[in-house]
């Protein structure tokens, strides 16, 4: 049964930086891509926003316009761990986080991984940014 935790949200000011972890099991994380996807609150109504992914082989990387630059998507295939660094937060950036995970190659660098076509998906961690 694949399975995905997140961990790592929390409130920090404007600025700050947080490291989001994903820790996947029951599946071989080497033949996933995985994707990092948010939903900001009270915003339900349209969708979740796909923030990176990353492919199997780690060589194919997206990065939304809004995140770019600030940032960084890696995995850790031995530990069976996903990371999402995130710096120079800014309070737009306040929302719940989730990991998905898709055995397919579907992280486009140009277009990130399609939400509906992932496999299976973690419970989300909020993150909180104070202007």
């Known amino acids: 049964q694949l399975q995905l935790v997140e961990s790592g949200g929390g409130l920090v000011q404007a600025g700050g930086s947080l490291r989001l972890s994903c820790a996947t099991s029951?599946?071989?994380?080497?033949?996933?891509?995985i994707g990092w996807f948010r939903q900001a609150p009270g915003k339900e109504r349209e969708g979740r926003e796909g923030?990176?992914?990353?492919?199997?082989?780690?060589?194919?990387?997206y990065y939304a316009d809004s995140v770019r630059g600030r940032f960084s998507i890696s995995k850790d295939n031995a530990e069976n761990m996903v990371y999402l660094q995130m710096n120079s937060l800014k309070p737009e950036d306040t929302a719940v986080y989730y990991c998905?995970?898709?055995?397919?190659?579907?992280?486009?660098?140009?277009?990130?991984?399609?939400?509906?076509?992932?496999?299976?998906w973690g419970k989300g961690t909020l993150v909180t940014v104070s202007s």
């Open positions: 923030v990176s992914c990353i492919s199997w082989d780690a060589e194919d990387i």
């Open positions: 998905a995970a898709v055995q397919a190659p579907l992280c486009d660098v140009g277009s990130g991984a399609p939400e509906e076509a992932m496999d299976a």
């Open positions: 029951g599946f071989t994380l080497a033949k996933y891509d």
